[in-house]
């Protein structure tokens, strides 16, 4: 059974930085498109961040551009996503999603992590 395990969330100031990383079993992550999402609490799950299989198409989310990397680790099969200048309203549920073909939109992911909690304290 495919899963998608992310790890790296936690408390930190605000200004601080984490990274954040996608993992997968039964699943050849270096050949799929990756997507990051976050969703606080009682808001819509928001796009954040993607890539695509080849690492040369890289998309982010406004909110974080210039803040917030996606990157891929095929070595490892990993995708992480660096954020740094982190605010309070970054605060949220942070999921990872795989497939085929990279998109923004989280409906066309077919494979999803159960999220890692980030919490920016101000």
């Known amino acids: 059974q495919v899963q998608l395990v992310e790890s790296g969330g936690g408390l930190v100031q605000a200004g601080g930085s984490l990274r954040l990383s996608c993992a997968a079993s039964?699943?050849?992550?270096?050949?799929?498109?990756v997507g990051w999402f976050r969703q606080a609490p009682g808001k819509e799950r928001l796009f954040v961040a993607a890539?695509?299989?080849?690492?040369?198409?890289?998309y982010h989310a406004d909110a974080v551009k210039g803040r917030f990397t996606i990157s891929r680790d095929n070595a490892k099969n990993t995708v992480h996503l660096h954020m740094n200048f982190l605010k309070p309203e970054d605060t949220a549920v942070y999921y990872c999603?795989?497939?085929?073909?990279?998109?923004?939109?989280?409906?066309?992911?077919?494979?999803w992590g159960q999220g890692t909690q980030v919490t920016v304290s101000s």
């Open positions: 890539i695509r299989r080849s690492g040369v198409g890289i």
């Open positions: 999603a795989a497939d085929r073909r990279v998109s923004v939109a989280g409906s066309d992911y077919d494979y």
């Open positions: 039964e699943l050849t992550l270096n050949n799929y498109a």
